[in-house]
């Protein structure tokens, strides 16, 4: 992340310079972001308000991480086994519901991208810093994390799709 600002600061210097504003987004470097959200940088770290824009775009063209795979890792909850369901990405939760290969964790598109500019706090950091991993309730608890009209989830869906 130093190296990142470093380069970045380096950058609006020179761009100052030779008045070429394409130069941030090319050291920003859009190829190099994780599209798996358990590697990914938090968005309240990109410090430049350009850049974190930039940051949602790149992540809002390229839609939530969705991998679709023969089986997930199982997880022993309880007395049985359970998992990730792929079923989960269609349906009402398609446009956000993200699945992490690298945690085995589900995360919430929107709220990662816009949580910050409504609500700073540890509400919804299932979704957008720790995963969540309860296959067993998987279904009641993303419609909890929903919410109704004016949630913070609600928000920054909404927000997400302008
Ligand atoms: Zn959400």
Redesign the pocket.
Known sequence: MEKFLAKFNHSQTSSSTNGNPSSLIDDLNLDSLESDLGKRVPIAHYNNPRIKDEVRKHYIQKGPCQPKMDSYPPTKIGKRMRQFCKIWFEGPYSK?LEYSVEKDFVY?L??YLFKDDFFHGST?EF?TKTGFRSWNRALERFRK?VGDVNSI?DK??NKMLC
């Open positions: 956000w919430c929107c709220c919804s979704y994390h989830h920054c869906f």
